[in-house]
T-cell receptor
Framework: QQQVKQSPQSLIVQKGGIPIINCAYE??????FPWYQQFPGKGPALLIA?????SEKKEGRFTISFNKSAKQFSLHIMDSQPGDSATYFC???????????FGQGTTLQVKP | GAVVSQHPSRVICKSGTSVKIECRSL??????MFWYRQFPKQSLMLMAT?????????EQGVEKDKFLINHASLTLSTLTVTSAHPEDSSFYIC??????????????FGQGTRLTVV
């Protein structure tokens, strides 16, 4: 029940495309859903996060869509650039504990 | 965002020796820090939660006697891998939450430590 399932495992898009990464969770008690970007050999960096009382959140080129009834959320990257090539992780958390349960990760390659 | 500094970034040690990794919150007080382990091309797995002034809470399957965690101040937590073996080779990452912010949920990550045991 603590799992977060992420798909796809890898993704290749052309510059300007809109990659979409999906995550599903089981524990309905989760109340915080962040997305992280990680470059090789570096720690993850927070991109954007959402709480279950909101269905969509947009920050710059990154948008989270959240479907509480389906227990799913997704990341959309608008106008993707080669510099966006990285591994993306979704996560879920109980905000009172702070412990993050990570998805399996998606390796994104944006071709010039 | 807040800065979490992790040191060293890379370490190579001989099998059987111990290695200490430091995690510092540079511009905020972190009442809680977390330690994760990441194997190549895999996700981050939570190892333990470190609370300032109290014993760490370890996740199931993580040996507390092997991975010693100390959180002696509001800005520093250390992870010591004792009697390291090649299977302990991994990328260790810490994160910290700002204890001053009410209902804060954002965790800031360090840059990670690549441990190689030979």
């Amino acid at each position: 029940q603590q799992q977060v399932k992420q798909s796809p495992q890898s993704l290749i898009v052309q510059k300007g495309g809109i990659p979409i990464i999906n995550c599903a969770y089981e524990n309905t008690a989760f109340d915080y859903f962040p997305w992280y970007q990680q470059f090789p050999g570096k720690g993850p960096a927070l991109l954007i996060a959402i709480r279950p009382d909101v269905s969509e959140k947009k920050e710059g080129r990154f948008t989270i869509s959240f479907n509480k009834s389906a227990k799913q959320f997704s990341l959309h990257i608008m106008d993707s650039q080669p510099g966006d090539s990285a591994t993306y992780f979704c996560a879920a958390s109980l905000s009172n504990t702070g412990k993050l349960i990570f998805g399996q990760g998606t390796t994104l390659q944006v071709k010039p | 965002g807040a800065v979490v500094s992790q040191h060293p970034s890379r370490v190579i040690c001989k099998s059987g020796t111990s290695v200490k990794i430091e995690c510092r919150s540079l511009d905020f007080q972190a009442t809680t820090m977390f330690w994760y382990r990441q194997f190549p091309k895999q996700s981050l797995m939570l190892m333990a939660t470190s609370n300032e002034g109290s014993k760490a809470t370890y996740e199931q399957g993580v040996e507390k006697d092997k991975f010693l965690i100390n959180h002696a101040s509001l800005t520093l937590s250390t992870l010591t891998v004792t009697s390291a073996h090649p299977e302990d080779s991994s990328f260790y990452i810490c994160s910290a939450r700002d204890g001053q912010l009410y209902m804060n949920t954002e965790a800031f990550f360090g840059q990670g430590t690549r441990l190689t045991v030979v």
